[in-house]
């Protein structure tokens, strides 16, 4: 074999010259290296994945609904009853309900199709989310990073940094929100997300594919999952005014407005109200503004992989994604409008992504030329410090995430059991044979929340709405009469005015609390399940 180095045409560059045959030996040899990397990382993906996808499947057959799965199995239901005119399903007004979704007319349009329970169907969402899901990060790191185990590193990032308390939130996906709720709208809207956004950032042009997801998607996020709608957005501007050329900034935007305008067209809700009154969830949104560390404290140790990508380019739309999303939840806290704090996803998603993606790429030289490898071989220290922040996080992360099994476990008894210790959040008491004595539409009261949560889910309604639902105008008054009709205090003329107001016909009593003397005057004790007991008004 003989190289010769001979000048280049512009007589400026050195050109390595060398016979065909070993040209091409060189490049099958590099180019199999490569692949055979490539290969064993997506491999790697995919069997954690499967593992992912596998525990929220195993969990999702477990039928142990608990938390939103309640409201999502009670808009399927009412919509699924009455497909084009539902009414409100948590107290029956005829008002609009944001949570019917194109996502929950797909579910009810399932139910009356093929003549299943709304369980069922919740049952295949939450099989089928957390697929498009990991399938959909796999596909957005590609787009950020050529580093053939970042998909790997980002994934297990995702999953496991956040805090040293365990919470599970619609939106904020952590392993334990996966086990809790892969079921639920959030986990496909985050999917769509990520599609979304990986399209975005590989955009050289406005193909049509291009046009038709930037059509189609932002519209599907706003009716299905507002808050990550605020996020998607957020996050592919923030792509968008860094990494398109302006003459494209119009087109793109056009493209979006278009499917905000379709979205506003859906007729089984309102968006109007619906933006009109972020205020109606910022109540109970004052969580993301409490115990923060402990929520949320690992992600510090994403900070140094933020703040290379910023030191390496200023212009780095993923670090200035999670800067972004701090920025709205500071900014939400100082406005009192809490309900942005559930834009954090987008902070913890672009943070963690910046972390997998730094470690990955720590060691990674496909593609480098000789003076950056030169400069890498300079800066071990830092490559190693990143790598073993990520292990450190990762690891920690997986110890607080271990709980989330406790929901996939085969014994039934163990996990059941919400004395253990090791319960992200107990089953709720299993009283299906108490809803079986109580007729459709009926209005009922349950003391115990965990119970009052599930009546929607049954096409029972009550007096107070169990979730905020901004179409019902007078819920504060509804949760006044409500808690004045269980108060032993509250004398009987009041009692029996607001039984009549609102049709209370039944009563669910836990039966280790003292049964209240009105209850026992007024009600027929029915049947007894679970440590409940039904009482039905005469």
């Known amino acids: 074999m003989r190289l010769t ?25 590099l180019s199999g290296v490569t692949s055979d990397g490539r290969r064993g990382a997506t491999v790697a993906y995919g069997v954690l994945a499967g593992l992912v996808v596998m525990g929220a499947t195993v969990a999702t057959l477990h039928g142990e609904w608990v938390s939103d799965s309640w409201i999502h199995l009670a808009a399927i239901h009412e919509m699924s009853r009455d497909f084009w005119s539902p009414v409100e399903p948590l107290v029956g007004e005829n008002v609009p309900f944001p949570y019917f979704s194109p996502w929950t007319a797909v579910g009810a349009l399932a139910v009356r199709a093929l003549s299943v329970a709304p369980q069922n169907v919740l049952a295949v969402f939450g099989i089928v989310s957390p697929l498009l899901l990991v399938h959909a990060l796999f596909r957005l790191t590609r787009a950020v990073s050529p580093a053939p185990w970042a998909p790997v590193a980002v994934l297990a990032a995702f999953l496991t940094v956040w805090g040293s308390k365990v919470f599970f939130w619609s939106g904020f996906l952590s392993l334990t929100t996966l086990v809790v709720g892969s079921s ?37 996020l706003l009716l299905i999952h507002p808050f990550t709608f605020i996020s998607a957005a957020t996050a592919c501007a923030v792509t968008v005014l860094l990494r398109w050329p302006r003459r494209r900034w119009l087109g793109g935007t056009l493209a979006a407005l278009a499917s905000v305008g379709l979205a506003a067209l859906w007729p089984w809700t309102s968006l109007l109200d619906l933006l009109s009154n972020p205020r109606g969830f910022d109540a109970f949104h004052t969580f993301f503004y409490r115990d923060i560390f402990a929520k949320f404290g690992l992600l510090l140790l994403t900070v140094p992989a933020v703040a290379l990508r910023l030191w390496r380019r200023r212009s780095d739309a993923l670090a200035w994604s999670a800067i972004a999303g701090v920025g709205i939840w500071v900014a939400g806290g100082l406005l009192d409008v809490e309900s942005l ?109 965990r119970v009052a949560r599930q009546l929607p889910a049954r096409g029972l309604f009550t007096v107070a709405p169990q979730w905020p639902s901004p179409g019902v105008e007078d819920a504060v008054e509804r949760s006044e009469d409500q808690a004045a009709i269980l108060n032993a205090r509250s004398s009987p003329e009041v009692r029996d005015e607001l039984l009549t107001r609102y049709g209370v016909a039944w009563i669910v009593w836990p039966t280790a609390k003292k049964l209240p003397a009105w209850l026992s005057g007024l009600g027929v004790p029915v049947d007894r399940e679970h440590g409940q007991m039904l009482y039905e008004l005469h």
């Open 5 to 29: 180095l001979a000048r280049g045409a512009e007589g400026d560059d050195r050109v390595l010259r060398m016979p065909p045959s070993v040209a091409i030996h060189c490049a099958h040899t």
């Open 184 to 220: 639920w709208p959030s986990v496909l809207a985050t999917a769509l997300w990520f599609y979304l956004w990986a399209s975005v950032w590989t955009s050289t042009r406005m193909t049509r594919g291009l046009v038709a997801a930037l059509v189609i998607i932002p519209g599907l």
């Open 341 to 449: 704090g559930r834009v954090l996803p987008l902070a913890t998603t672009a943070a963690t992504m910046a972390l997998g993606i730094g470690a990955a790429e720590a060691f990674h030289r496909e593609g480098a030329t000789p003076a950056e490898s030169a400069r890498r071989d300079r800066a071990l220290l830092p490559r190693v410090a990143l790598v073993s922040t990520w292990i450190l996080a990762v690891g920690l992360g997986s110890l607080t995430q271990a709980n989330a099994w406790s929901r996939v476990t085969f014994d039934e008894e163990a996990r059941r059991n919400p004395d253990d210790g090791n319960h992200v959040v107990a089953p709720y008491p299993d009283v299906d044979t108490l809803w079986s004595r109580i007729p459709q539409g009926a209005v009922v009261i349950a003391q115990d929340w």
